[in-house]
């Protein structure tokens, strides 16, 4: 069953001055998705910053995805010690596909006087114009772009100039000043289903959920409406 606590159903308790939006399908969140995501709250002077695991995404398939209350048990484990980082169960407990815009307009009914910043990788980033309702994504939430090794940043303002205000030079858009690094759930994934070590992908909470309820492993019909 989901927890239902208040800090799951809504992202801050304190309501945060300025929160930062960390999206995915975390399938599993590893120590890349912690390392922008703390990279993010300091760098832009965030308050906090609430990973938000999707119910599911609407351009992602379901494939080796255990379910999203496994993936949402596993961004605790994986946010448990970082200070200012916590979890937000809206886009799991609506269901259905998890469209940004719906996800920023909930947030700000129930968040008005909060500073929105939706943070988001650079080849990502580039891809916004193709979302549900980007002019309208942009003008509930800044843009927070972790840039990747390689990643161009002046392709990625192209890409957002045609939405307006949002996608220009300015406020609304700030980089994050990062290394690069080389970790990816789907790399997570395929050591998982060979048996082999985890932790240094997805931290040893992760890696111990993982290997308790046997996530990932190929062949294995793992449980996924969440775990018991």
């Known amino acids: 069953m989901t927890d239902t606590s208040a800090p799951e159903q809504t992202p801050s308790r304190e309501q945060?001055?300025?929160?930062?939006?960390?999206?995915?399908?975390f399938n599993p969140p590893h120590l890349g998705h912690l390392a922008v995501a703390r990279h993010a709250r300091a760098d832009l002077a965030l308050e906090r910053v609430v990973l938000m695991p999707a119910h599911a995404q609407?351009?992602?398939?379901?494939?080796?995805?255990?379910?999203?209350e496994h993936r949402l048990r596993m961004c605790r484990?994986?946010?448990a010690d970082a200070e200012g980082v916590s979890v937000c169960a809206l886009e799991i407990e609506r269901g259905g596909a998890s469209y940004?815009?719906?996800?920023?307009?909930?947030?700000?009914?129930?968040?008005p006087h909060v500073e929105l910043t939706f943070i988001v990788g650079a080849d990502t980033a580039g891809t916004l114009?193709?979302?549900?309702?980007?002019?309208?994504?942009?003008?509930?939430?800044?843009?927070?772009?972790?840039?990747?090794?390689?990643?161009?940043?002046?392709?990625?303002l192209a890409a957002l100039a045609g939405l307006g205000a949002g996608g220009g030079e300015g406020a609304a858009v700030r980089f994050l000043d990062m290394p690069a690094i080389d970790i990816s759930s789907s790399q997570a994934?395929?050591?998982?289903s060979r048996g082999e070590p985890i932790e240094e992908l997805v931290g040893p909470a992760v890696a111990g959920y993982i290997a308790e309820h046997g996530l990932y492993r190929s062949g294995a019909a793992a449980d996924a409406t969440g775990p018991s």
Not at 16 to 25: F, Y
């Open 16 to 25: 945060p001055r300025s929160l930062g939006i960390l999206g995915g399908s």
């Open 77 to 79: 484990l994986a946010v």
């Open 58 to 68: 609407p351009v992602k398939g379901r494939e080796q995805d255990p379910g999203p």
């Open 100 to 111: 940004t815009v719906d996800t920023l307009r909930a947030v700000h009914a129930s968040h």
């Open 189 to 192: 994934r395929l050591r998982a």
């Open 129 to 156: 114009p193709t979302w549900r309702e980007p002019a309208a994504l942009l003008e509930l939430a800044g843009l927070g772009v972790a840039a990747r090794s390689g990643s161009d940043r002046g392709r990625v």
